[in-house]
């Protein structure tokens, strides 16, 4: 990989930017850069992707924000139409396609937040609730397009994840 591209809204990738380029300068990569503005439309997603293919990205990376989920198909459906390998933030972008996702588990992350609504509304002071940091992690493949792609998916890997798509 070369030339990562890497899809989030424009909000994100403000706080985001530095620390991917800093990641992929390390293993050698430029970052070819999509920010969305919200709210989108297909013809926003079809754009960046047309920008990341003009631009030479060999890959891609997609953030993660409540529209970004919604388009999940469109978006899974233009990266594979443009033959690249991509990480997803959640699952349901695998189930709906992509290659591989990596991703904390969002049933225990709203089953947490519905725990603390509830503490708040019972009269807790929301300071006195310590915060939470995901420990709990999902690696995610698909294995009908990791072989769309000719790309080999190593025991190692495969015997780590969590969910496998066939």
């Known amino acids: 990989m070369k030339r990562l591209a890497f899809l989030t809204s424009r909000f994100q990738w403000q ?9 992929a300068k390390g293993f050698g990569a430029d970052v070819v850069d999509l920010p969305v503005d ?6 926003d997603y079809r754009g960046a992707i047309a920008k990341a ?17 919604t388009n ?55 300071g006195d609730i310590p ?9 995610s493949l698909n294995l009908k397009t990791a072989k769309a792609l000719s790309l080999s998916v190593p025991a190692t890997l495969l015997a780590a994840a969590d969910k496998v798509v066939e």
């Open 15 to 23: 706080g985001q930017a530095s620390a991917v380029r800093a990641a």
């Open 38 to 43: 919200l709210p989108t439309s297909e013809a």
């Open 53 to 69: 293919k003009g631009e030479g990205a060999d890959a891609i990376m997609v953030g993660d924000n409540p529209d970004i989920m």
């Open 72 to 126: 999940r198909a469109l978006i899974a459906g233009l990266v594979a139409q443009a033959g690249w390998p991509a990480i997803y933030p959640f699952a349901e972008f695998v189930e709906a396609g992509g290659l591989m996702a990596y991703s904390f588990d969002l049933v225990e992350l709203f089953e947490r937040a519905a725990d603390d609504i509830h503490a708040i509304l019972a009269g807790a002071n929301p």
């Open 131 to 139: 915060f939470y940091q995901a420990s709990k992690f999902e690696l």
